[in-house]
């Protein structure tokens, strides 16, 4: 289909599937929640009693899966799982790609005589073996070495994935190497929720609280994502295979007119945005809110919060479950950071927090002294992870996609620095310069830690621009992008709070020891963490020149790019941190290392040879015939001597030096492209493509983004920004 012929195609578009509406479903979203999930009611229904409180307590707490018990479990999910129509299981996991992988086995067996029966077995349930050979792995296994294993996580439900013609009984893994190395990003994340829950209720007893059995990292991710007519899509081979668009000059209109941000939903799109929840609905994930964000054809999906490993599991289950379910609306949905030149590009606000086994949230401030004092504790600790460690936290969230956004005025930068807001900065100055104070209740209560419960209500201004602002309850980690997985991002924080708390209880224990009262004891301790932490605290404007000359001269790391911020996962600081709490090995960490490396220059090389091909096969050969038109013209009317033929004449010669600067430009990438070969040095490599190949990349861009600009509509070959962005 021709590019002009798509936008009348568009206007009659009908989803590819016809999908029933929420006035035929009849439902309520109580009668329908988690009916995809192995949930508590289906749990109860299909195990044994014993077997289901076994299991239950497994979830909250974590524990080892006996033969027998996942015998028992097996059968009640296969039973449940065959009744809604399922023919299939599959081991579902997170290998190191950041996507979600899968093998399915049929239910399938023969018994006696030939009979053919539906059987699940315990064994099933817990081990896999699928071939590991073509998973990143950063060189902790040899290609040759196939073997890898899954091993199923009880922590987080089974599901049902539903397609046109039945059911998969989806069982969430770890996923680990032969010799027990993790391959994953669920397996890290696993190891330091456990290392969070043992600190922070070490330090939760040294308050007090001796019924807290665990300490759970609790996650809110928000998701945005771009929505496209799939015939636009299409014909875009940029986004087909990168994912974002190569090239494509500005349109007339932006998001200037700040007329789409929570601007009413319009039905196409709202009626995706129904499917799509319906569905989500049904397999358990709590998504709350919907809306228009801020760039014109962009929009958010917000969940409640729940832990941190169920959390992450969803959100994979959202991303995919938006992608199916646009497909069947004729939309393509794009969760890439930067899909879109000159627009804001898209995140995902990682809302983190903790809280205890009694309910309690540990960033909730309390209505006591005493609590205000812990609820101080848990904030000042995370504050420091983030100042000590803030190199590790960047690279966690470091790829070729994030790039283009952080730092674009419209995320937060890579300088990574925390907001607290008026408030409890004041807290903090009256804690740090009263010198003298006494650790009763009383000085306390003066200090402003008597009763915070304006807080609670959210008395920030929820600073847009701070990579890392604290708002209300909880902590929001704006730097995540919208196609990542938020593991690597909390398992990252889990360990490094831990880190840090870990120094708190040791130096608290001290003090009590000595025989200093427990107020006393643990204001010796956060005194000298609100001076070291003043850097990284920072209540303006991330965004401007300023606060980059500032943030250097307080010696706060900016890493504006992955190859510099991966290396920080190679700092002695940080391996050893990671390895002390048992989270990584060092083989694990230069695994990762590895593999971050590898993805980003297999990123931006997909994208130098797409950004090639397009120029030479689409974009040259609408350029060629234009410059022929317009040459043609000019000659025709040489005879004429009119002030209209020499301008004529002039134009013709300047779209020809566009012309020219083309060829230039994609003989410049491709000669730049070859000079790749020559660095067998993965590190290196990536260096090159930074420093040689994005900006050859962007060279070329900016003559074809001219080229659109002067070029007759009816000639070029790609759909444009205000063509794609504006009709859907």
């Known amino acids: 289909m021709r590019r002009d012929e798509i936008g009348m195609s568009i206007t009659d578009r009908r989803p590819l599937r016809r999908t029933i509406s929420y006035r035929e479903k009849l439902f309520s979203m109580s009668s329908i929640y988690g009916e995809n999930s192995f949930s508590e009611n289906a749990m109860k229904k299909y195990l044994p009693y014993k077997t289901h409180e076994t299991l239950k307590k497994m979830m909250r707490e974590g524990g080892k899966v006996s033969p027998e018990l996942a015998e028992e479990v097996a059968q009640g999910m296969k039973e449940w799982a065959v009744e809604k129509g399922a023919t299939h299981f599959t081991h579902w996991f997170h290998p190191m790609t950041g996507l979600t992988a899968e093998k399915h086995d049929s239910f399938l067996s023969i018994g006696r005589g030939g009979t053919v029966i539906e059987r699940f077995s315990g064994s099933n349930l817990i081990q896999g073996e699928p071939d590991a050979s073509s998973f990143p792995s950063g060189g902790l296994r040899s290609t040759f070495e196939a073997r890898g294993y899954t091993a199923w996580d009880p922590t987080s439900p089974a599901f049902l994935v539903e397609s046109l013609n039945g059911a998969t009984l989806c069982i969430p893994c770890v996923f680990l190497s032969y010799t027990g190395e993790a391959l994953d990003k669920k397996t890290p994340l696993l190891r330091s929720m456990e290392r969070l829950s043992d600190i922070a209720g070490r330090l939760l007893r040294l308050f007090g609280k001796k019924g807290v059995t665990r300490v759970h990292s609790t996650v809110g991710p928000e998701q945005e994502y771009f929505l496209v007519d799939r015939a636009y899509y299409n014909a875009r081979p940029d986004l087909v295979l990168t994912g974002r668009t190569l090239f494509g000059a500005k349109p007339p209109k932006g998001q200037e007119m700040e007329d789409h941000y929570f601007g009413s939903i319009r039905e196409r799109v709202l009626a995706f945005m129904q499917d799509a929840e319906f569905e989500m609905f049904r397999l358990g994930i709590p998504v709350k809110t919907r809306h228009n964000e801020v760039a014109p054809a962009q929009f958010e999906i917000a969940p409640l919060f729940e832990d941190s490993n169920t959390a992450t599991d969803h959100n994979q289950i959202v991303m995919e479950t938006l992608k199916k379910i646009a497909w069947r609306h004729e939309f393509a949905l794009l969760l890439h950071e930067k899909p879109f030149s000159g627009i804001n590009g898209s995140g995902k606000h990682n809302n983190w927090s903790m809280s205890d086994s009694e309910g309690a949230n540990l960033l909730e401030p309390g209505k006591t002294p005493h609590e205000n004092l812990q609820f101080l504790t848990f904030l000042l600790g995370t504050i420091k992870a983030v100042h000590k460690y803030a190199d590790i936290l960047r690279a966690s969230v470091a790829t070729a996609g994030n790039d283009h956004r952080l730092g674009a005025n419209e995320a937060p930068p890579a300088i990574i620095s925390v907001f607290l807001g008026e408030q409890l900065t004041k807290i903090l100055d009256n804690i740090e310069q009263d010198k003298k104070i006494d650790s009763s209740d009383r000085a306390i209560i003066d200090l402003g830690l008597g009763k915070l419960p304006v807080i609670s209500r959210d008395n920030t201004d929820r600073n847009r621009t701070s990579p890392f602002a604290f ?92 190859p510099d911020a991966l290396s920080a996962f190679l700092d002695k600081k940080n391996m050893e941190m990671f390895i002390r709490n048992g989270v990584f090995s060092a083989a694990e960490i230069m695994s990762i290392h590895m593999i971050m490396t590898e993805q980003y220059v297999k990123v931006v090389n997909i994208e130098a040879e797409t950004a090639l091909t397009i120029a030479k096969t689409l974009i040259r050969p609408a350029a060629e015939e234009e410059f022929s038109r317009r040459a043609a013209t000019a000659a025709s009317s040489a005879a004429v001597k009119s002030s209209g033929a020499t301008l004529l004449k002039r134009e013709a010669v300047v779209y020809g030096d566009l012309l020219s600067d083309l060829v230039s430009g994609t003989i410049a990438l491709e000669s730049t492209l070859a000079r790749r070969e020559k660095i067998a040095d993965e590190v290196k490599k990536a260096e090159y493509y930074c420093s040689e190949v994005l900006p050859a990349m962007n060279s070329l861009r900016a003559v074809v983004d001219k080229l659109e600009d002067e070029t007759s509509d009816g000639l070029w070959p790609l759909p444009k920004y205000r063509e794609m962005l504006y009709i859907y």
């Open 471 to 562: 708002t209300g309850n909880k902590f929001e980690f704006r730097a995540v992008g919208s196609s990542h997985s938020v593991a690597m991002a909390n398992c990252t924080l889990n360990t490094i709070v831990a880190d840090v708390l870990a120094g708190f209880c040791a130096d608290i224990e001290g003090g009590l020891k000595k025989g200093k009262s427990l107020n006393k004891a643990v204001l010796e301790v956060l005194r000298p963490v609100i001076r070291e932490t003043r850097p990284v605290r920072f209540e303006g404007n991330n965004y401007s020149a300023e606060w980059e000359k500032e943030a250097k001269r307080r010696g706060l790391p900016n890493r504006k790019d992955t």
